[in-house]
Nanobody, 115 residues
């Protein structure tokens, strides 16, 4: 199981970014996917999740209404569209799934929101 995240970078407050996570090594379309993030000095926290079909999504309170999770099972990729970004969104963002009882994580992509 492997994930490769991309799309992070430096953005001004109020800006937007779209993160991508390309998956391989398992039956992507059979598994729910999640995005987590970890800010400096803080614990890793849940951001958003999506069911295997994409029909169900859920979000952390802090990002609801600003972030949108989606997936393309044909491309084995999950996305996180982030809008109205705030400095407190600065973190390393990770995609993850639970496959056969184990949690698998990508290497993360850095998002920095700063003027």
């Amino acid at each position: 199981v492997q994930f490769v995240e991309s799309g992070g970078g430096l953005v001004q407050p109020g800006g937007s970014l779209r993160l991508s996570c390309a998956a391989s090594g398992f039956s992507f379309s059979s598994y729910a996917m999640n995005w987590y993030r970890q800010a400096p000095g803080k614990e890793r926290e849940f951001v958003a999740g999506i069911s295997n079909t994409g029909g169900t999504t859920n979000y952390a309170v802090a990002v609801k209404g600003r972030f949108t999770i989606s997936r393309d099972n044909a491309k084995q990729t999950v996305y996180l569209q982030m809008s109205s970004l705030k400095p407190e969104d600065t973190a390393v963002y990770y995609c993850t799934t639970n496959w056969r009882g184990l949690n698998y994580w990508g290497q993360g992509t850095q998002v920095t929101v700063s003027s």
